[in-house]
C-alpha cells in the first residue's frame, strides 16, 4: 500500500516562498508520476502540478506557472513543490497524489490519481 506524507506547509506573507516535500512509500516509487493539488474551503480539489516517473515531463496549471516548480528525487523517494512569490489566493490545503502511470506523459485529473496524502495548511497573509 502506498503512504505519502507531506510536509512544509505554514504561513508566509504575499510574495514569500515555501517548499512543499512529500514522502512516498510502501511500493517503486519510480513506477509513479506524481502530482500536487489543492483545496481552498468552499472550492473543489484542483490540479496544480505534476511530474512524469522519470521527471522529464513536468506541467502547471495556468494559476501557478512560472511561479512554481515540481521536482523530484526517485532516490529520496520524495516529490518536491517550489512555491515563489506566493499570493493570498494560493492558501488552500495541498495535497500530493500518486498516479500509476510509467509513461512520458502525466495527467491532471482528481480522479486519475490512486493514492493521496492527508494534505499540509498553505496560508498566505496578504
Known amino acids: 500500500q502506498v503512504q505519502l506524507v507531506e510536509s512544509g506547509g505554514g504561513l508566509v506573507q504575499a510574495g514569500g516562498s515555501l517548499r512543499l516535500s512529500c514522502a512516498f512509500s510502501g511500493r517503486t516509487f519510480s513506477g509513479y508520476a506524481m502530482g500536487w493539488f489543492r483545496q481552498a474551503p468552499g472550492k473543489e480539489r484542483e490540479f496544480v502540478a505534476a511530474i512524469s516517473w522519470s521527471g522529464r515531463t513536468t506541467t502547471y496549471a495556468d494559476s501557478v506557472k512560472g511561479r512554481f516548480t515540481i521536482s523530484r528525487d526517485n532516490a529520496k523517494n520524495t516529490v518536491y513543490l517550489q512555491m515563489n512569490s506566493l499570493k493570498p489566493e494560493d492558501t488552500a490545503v495541498y495535497y500530493c497524489?500518486?498516479?500509476?502511470?510509467?509513461?512520458?506523459?502525466?495527467?491532471?485529473?482528481?480522479?486519475?490519481?490512486?493514492?493521496w496524502g492527508q494534505g499540509t495548511q498553505v496560508t498566505v497573509s496578504s
Open positions: 497524489a500518486a498516479d500509476a502511470l510509467r509513461s512520458p506523459r502525466v495527467r491532471v485529473g482528481v480522479n486519475e490519481y490512486d493514492y
